[in-house]
């Protein structure tokens, strides 16, 4: 099966930009607030690229190792 | 783009994506983003992950992961510096030593959960070669350790050994005599030659700022500092009524003009001060009284009380709890990780909401803001927060 990286099927529920350095409390990322409504889609989508990419990569490397 | 792009794999079990109810997480390390997808998503990249009840993913579902994403341990609690507002209720006669057999049987707990974040954080009587030597073990495990210090005993030498953590931030809660205002001491001082130290030894350096009534006016001159110092990550706390919290918490908690005008003003100047900002969990109210839509904020990850489901808290007698603001509930220990039923309170909390929480239309992102804040005020664990504008304008109509 060929998997693209462009896929529209499935939907990245959320992306959770940064990681929490605090140790009492779980925080967000609220930068993105600041750009337009749009941008939520925007950010979605790149996450959802990113993980296909990165699936795709790993599928490959291991039909290779096959 | 391999070296742009670095995912990190689920601890415990090495494979890239963790499997949830919802579908499936996949932490990413670079650049550093936690993404969750739902079931058709996994299929059309050929991946079938089965879980014993599969939930279709909505933004009116609340989104409980299989294992939270992160811990927040509590290591020790002696600490001389007596900050006025420690959550932890810190003791200065405590060496601050770390059992560290023990606390390496949670983190190896945690990654056999396939938890992907600890934050790891203590008493500053703690050596930091024992926060360290813990942070080795987590990288061993495959968890990812970030470290939050006030840096009363950084040196050069320390700092350079640091690196082991993904990030590092340190307390600093204003400019000046604003940070005071929130410890009741001055240590503004050597918290800025703490930061300088950090930024010279570690890559990933920002900053924790606990905001309360005395230094919610007064975050411009931080910002203004941290741009100063080329310092662009700072994560925003809500001062919390626990431990000494508790005690001052009527005269430390924001007024209600503060609460409402909070995130425009605070994202107004992270735009001015080109910061990037973070706001923890108990912010959620304010957010969402912002105006943003629910589905906006959902996809963005924003989360109000996630204790139990996210996260998870241990403190240094080995405790277990949703929330580190949060003893109180139950008597489970770090042994009960991973066990079901520890955390119903938390993650039952939106089935037995009150109003104006029960019709609101952020209840699955806001989960009824932090309900530490509630309980000390109305005494109990399942009213609304008091400090959340939307209820507020409720009380106010009824």
Redesign the interface.
């Known amino acids: 099966m060929r998997l693209s990286i462009f896929s529209k099927r499935g939907k990245v529920i959320s992306v959770r930009p940064g990681s929490n350095p605090n140790s009492s409390s779980l925080g967000v990322d609220v930068t993105w607030l600041l750009a337009s409504g749009a941008f939520a889609g925007l950010l979605t989508l790149f996450g959802g690229t990113l993980v296909r990419w990165a699936l795709r990569r790993r599928k490959g490397k291991n039909d290779n190792r096959a | 783009?391999?070296r742009l792009?670095e995912?990190q794999p689920v601890p415990g079990s090495g494979k890239?994506?963790r499997a949830e109810p919802?579908?499936g997480t996949?932490a990413?390390r670079r650049?550093?983003?936690?993404?969750?997808?739902?079931?058709?998503?996994?299929?059309?990249?050929?991946?079938r992950m089965g879980t014993d009840k599969p939930q279709a993913?909505g933004p009116d579902l609340l989104?409980d992961p299989v294992a939270p994403f992160?811990a927040?341990?509590?290591v020790a609690h002696g600490c001389d510096a007596g900050c006025r507002g420690c959550?932890i209720d810190s003791d200065a006669q405590d060496p601050g030593q770390v059992d560290l057999e023990l606390w390496r049987g949670v983190l190896a707990k945690l990654a056999e959960l396939g938890v992907y974040?600890v934050?790891?954080?203590a008493g500053e009587s703690t050596p930091l070669e024992s926060l360290i030597a813990l942070a080795h073990t987590a990288r061993d495990l495959g968890l990812?350790p970030?470290?939050?210090t006030a840096g009363r005993h950084l040196t050069p030498r320390l700092a350079r050994k640091l690196s082991v953590f993904?990030?590092?931030?340190l307390s600093l809660d204003g400019a000046a005599g604003a940070a005071g205002s929130v410890r009741g001491r001055d240590d503004f001082s050597s918290s800025l030659m703490a930061l300088e130290i950090l930024r010279a030894y570690h890559d990933r350096v920002?900053v924790?700022c606990v905001v309360a009534r005395t230094n919610c006016d007064e975050l411009e001159p931080l910002f203004r500092l941290l741009a100063g110092h080329k310092v662009r990550?700072v994560?925003l706390?809500r001062f919390?009524p626990a431990g000494r919290g508790a005690r001052i918490f009527d005269q430390m908690a924001m007024t209600a003009e503060q609460g409402e005008s909070f995130?425009g003003r605070v994202?107004r100047l992270?735009?001015r001060y080109r910061?990037?900002?973070?706001?923890?969990?108990?912010f959620t109210p304010m957010?969402c009284a912002?105006g943003?839509?629910p589905?906006?904020l959902?996809?963005?990850?924003?989360?109000g009380c996630?204790g139990g489901s996210?996260?998870v808290?241990v403190d240094w007698r080995g405790r277990l709890s949703g929330?580190?603001?949060d003893y109180e509930n139950g008597r489970a220990s770090y042994r009960d990780l991973g066990r079901s039923g520890v955390f119903d309170h938390y993650l039952n909390w939106t089935k037995q909401a009150p109003e104006p929480c029960a019709s609101c239309d952020y209840l699955s992102i806001c989960r009824g803001g932090c309900h530490v804040v509630a309980r000390h005020v109305s005494g109990s664990f399942f009213a609304a927060d008091p400090g959340c504008p939307l209820v507020k304008k409720w009380q106010g109509r009824s």
Request: charged letters at 15%; one cysteine or more; aromatic letters at 8%.
């Open positions: 783009m391999g792009i995912i890239l994506v919802f579908g996949l990413f650049p550093e983003m936690v993404v969750l997808v739902d079931h058709d998503f996994l299929s059309s990249v050929g991946l993913a989104l992160e927040h341990l509590t959550y974040h934050a790891l954080g990812t970030n470290l939050s993904g990030r590092v931030h920002g924790n990550n994560e706390l919390k995130i994202l992270g735009r910061l990037r900002l973070r706001l923890d969990c108990s957010v912002a943003i839509s589905k906006r959902s996809r963005l990850g924003l989360a996630v996210w996260l808290s929330c580190s603001f």
